[in-house]
C-alpha cells in the first residue's frame, strides 16, 4: 500500500517537502486467519561483506527442488485445449474462437511418481479457478488423499489468491510454478497432453457432443493408464506403479535365439526365460475399445 501510493500517504500524513513514507505498522488483531507466504530461505536475502556468489543460487535452487518418493506425494496440472476442426492456426482470426464448437478445453491431472493421470475435466471455454479446483477436489475424493505438492503454470486459474487458499486448505503445500522449458519442471505434465493430444487427433472426427468426446478422452485415458509403458518407469505402466501390480515385462519371456544359455543375462528388466530357447512367437494386436489408434500388443508361442 505505501510503495504503490506514496503521494496519497504524503498528503495524508501531511508529510513535510522531500519526505517519502517508506514502510508502515499496523498493531492490532487480524480479522481473520491467513495463510503464510512462503519466503526465500535466509541464504538468499542476507550476506556478509559479500554479495549471493552462482553457488549460493545453485544451493537455493536445490532446495527449491521436489522430488516424488511415492504415490500421490507430488501431482501435476495443466490446461490445454483440442480444435475440433482439421486445423489452428496463429492467424486472425482464427485465433480469437478458443471455445467449443471450434475447440474443446482440457484439464488434466497426473501423479509424477506412476504418471498415472488422476482426473480430467472438460470444459466448453476456459475454465476459472473455482472450475479447475473441483476437478481436483473430485481428483483427490476419487484418490482417498490429496498430494502434498501440486506443480502448475502460473495461468490465471492457479496464480491467484483463491487457489492458494484452497490448496492451504486441503494440507496441499503452497504450489510450486514450473518455469517452460526448464528440466523436471511442467514437463512431465507437458508431455502427457502431447500424447493424449496426438491420440484424440487420430479419431476421424473430434466429437462436437459432450457425452460423446467424453467418452473418448476416457477411453484414451484408462488406455494411457493400463497399456501404455514408460522408459522413466522401466517398462512399467502407471496403473502397474501406482496399484502396485507385477509388472508384465518382469513375467517369463520368450527366447528367440536357439543357442541362448538359459542362465545367461538378459536386457534389463531381467526376466525368467518361458520354456526352451529357440520358441517360435506370433504377435496379436487388439484394439482398446476397437479403437484402432489405441493399440494393445500381446507375444503368444506360434502353433
Request: glycine share 6%; net charge positive.
Amino acid at each position: 500500500m505505501i510503495r504503490n501510493h506514496p503521494r496519497r500517504l504524503a498528503d495524508i500524513l501531511e508529510l513535510p517537502e522531500r519526505v517519502v513514507p517508506v514502510a508502515g505498522l499496523c498493531l492490532g488483531w487480524p480479522a481473520q486467519v491467513r495463510r503464510v507466504n512462503p519466503r526465500l530461505p535466509l541464504a538468499a536475502t542476507f550476506h556478509v561483506d559479500r554479495i549471493g556468489s552462482p553457488d549460493d543460487d545453485a544451493a537455493i535452487d536445490k532446495q527449491r527442488v521436489v522430488t516424488a518418493k511415492y504415490c500421490g506425494h507430488v501431482w501435476h496440472v495443466d490446461l490445454t485445449t483440442l480444435p475440433t476442426s482439421g486445423f489452428w492456426t496463429t492467424w486472425f482470426p482464427f485465433t480469437l474462437p478458443q471455445c467449443w464448437p471450434f475447440a474443446w478445453w482440457i484439464a488434466l491431472v497426473e501423479d509424477h511418481f506412476s504418471r498415472r493421470v488422476m482426473g480430467y475435466a472438460l470444459f466448453r471455454k476456459e475454465p476459472t479457478s473455482i472450475q479447475v479446483r473441483a476437478m481436483l477436489g473430485r481428483a483427490i475424493a476419487a484418490a482417498g488423499k490429496a498430494p502434498r505438492y501440486l506443480v502448475c503454470d502460473k495461468g490465471p486459474q492457479f496464480w491467484c489468491d483463491g487457489f492458494k487458499d484452497w490448496c492451504h486448505r486441503k494440507g496441499i503445500k503452497p504450489p510450486r510454478y514450473g518455469a517452460v522449458g526448464k528440466h523436471g519442471s511442467i514437463a512431465v505434465i507437458e508431455r502427457l497432453i502431447l500424447t493424449v493430444k496426438v491420440l484424440l487427433r487420430c479419431l476421424p472426427r473430434v466429437p462436437l457432443r459432450s457425452a460423446a468426446f467424453r467418452r473418448e478422452v476416457q477411453l484414451t485415458i484408462d488406455w494411457y493408464n493400463e497399456h501404455r509403458p514408460h522408459t522413466t518407469l522401466h517398462g512399467r505402466t502407471p496403473n502397474e506403479v501406482y496399484l502396485k501390480h507385477f509388472p508384465a515385462n518382469r513375467t517369463p519371456r520368450f527366447e528367440l535365439r536357439e543357442c541362448w544359455p538359459l542362465g545367461s543375462p538378459c536386457s534389463s528388466p531381467w526376466a525368467l526365460v518361458r520354456g526352451q530357447p529357440g520358441a517360435k512367437v506370433q504377435f496379436d494386436v487388439a484394439f482398446h475399445a476397437g479403437r484402432r489408434h489405441l493399440p494393445v500388443v500381446s507375444v503368444k508361442r506360434a502353433a
